[in-house]
């Protein structure tokens, strides 16, 4: 179920790259800042757009929220503490430029 979530996010931060600035030249260094509480709250900044996914457990269901739209999907025993690991590796790789890479290579 892990995958699941992982697909969402690397889903999700597709969505994010599509719509950002595909200039090369940009200056400005991607920032992402995680908000662990009831809920996990990822803000993600690449060349001046902010895109924030906030991520709660609704029973044994993930509810990704994004742009003012949902998605539910199973949690898979997942607790909040696994949400928010995830989020950390989700940043990591926004950080780092791996989450691009993973992007191009998907195929659905």
Do not use: H, R, W
Not at 26 to 42: D, E, L, Y
Request: proline share 2%.
């Amino acid at each position: 179920m892990k995958k699941m979530f992982l697909a969402a996010v690397i889903g999700a931060s597709a969505l994010f790259t599509a719509c950002g600035d595909d200039s090369s030249s940009a200056s400005s260094s991607p920032t992402c800042t995680i908000n662990k509480g009831s809920q996990v709250t990822i803000t993600m900044t690449k060349d001046g757009q902010t895109e924030e996914i906030v991520y709660a457990l609704d029973g044994d269901n993930l509810v990704m929220t994004k742009d003012g739209e949902s998605e539910t999907t199973p949690a898979g025993g997942m607790t909040l503490d696994d949400v928010g690991n995830m989020a950390d590796e989700m940043c990591y790789d926004f950080m780092t430029g791996a989450m691009d890479s993973k992007d191009d290579t998907q195929e659905d």
